[in-house]
């Protein structure tokens, strides 16, 4: 199992950026894919963004793309969000998670992931 921490999160104003980061640790690391979700209120969990740990390939959502970018440190076994031209309606509790085999043919789909951060909250004020 793989222990996930997020950082990063905080208040800022429309337009601006935030960078969070997902250290993982514990076990073996030998998950496939690192994604990043969040939940709004009263939203249901959406995917942001998805790294294939090994070869680095990406999977954006649409209303991130050209907003957001994701990246990788092998040495610190850390993810990345750099989150840019923010919105209101980018404000969520934002979750990191790593996902095995499953995440190969579904890496936007939660369910493919097996361990979870505890989440932390972005908000963009208007």
């Known amino acids: 199992q793989v222990q996930l921490v997020e950082s990063g999160g905080g208040l800022v104003q429309a337009g601006g950026s935030l960078r969070l980061s997902c250290a993982a640790s514990?076990?073996?690391?030998?998950?496939?894919?690192m994604g990043w979700f969040r939940q709004a209120p009263g939203k249901e969990r959406e995917f942001v963004v998805a790294?294939?740990?090994?070869?680095?390939?990406?999977y954006y959502a649409d209303p991130v793309k050209g907003r957001f970018t994701i990246s990788r440190d092998y040495a610190k076994n850390t993810v990345y969000l750099q989150m840019g031209s923010l919105k209101p309606e980018d404000t969520a509790v934002y979750y990191c998670?790593?996902?095995?085999?499953?995440?190969?043919?579904?890496?936007?789909?939660?369910?493919?992931?097996?361990?979870w951060g505890q989440g932390t909250q972005v908000t963009v004020s208007s």
């Open positions: 998670a790593a996902g095995g085999i499953r995440t190969i043919t579904r890496p936007a789909d939660g369910r493919s992931y097996d361990d």
């Open positions: 514990g076990g073996t690391f030998s998950s496939y894919t």
């Open positions: 790294i294939r740990w090994s070869g680095g390939r990406i």
